[in-house]
């Protein structure tokens, strides 16, 4: 399961707890296909906004890493490190 159906299956299981019930495992499987799709887009939207600080520092490392490069620096050891951040980052938003 991605890091969004975790998000959408917590958010559907929250709305649902509203009403009185009790988490639901699979409730995803359940849904509507119009209820998935919001429950997904909110999850989305919550991930993005957490992930956020996240993606800054990963582009400010990258930024530094480039500029040492453009000054003519060999910079292996901040290449690596931004690169396995970034590749850290992709692999979560892509749900590896």
Known sequence: MTAIEKAAAAIANARNCRN???PI???LELLSPKLRTEA???????????RHEDL???????????RSYQYG???????????????????DAEGK
Do not use: M, Y
């Open 20 to 22: 009185g019930s009790i």
């Open 25 to 27: 495992d699979g409730i």
């Open 40 to 50: 997904t887009e909110d999850a989305r939207a919550v991930l993005v906004a957490v």
């Open 73 to 91: 620096n060999a910079a292996p050891a901040l290449a690596e490190g931004t690169a396995v951040l970034i590749e850290a980052l992709v692999a």
């Open 56 to 66: 800054l520092k990963a582009l400010v490392a990258a930024a530094h890493a480039l």
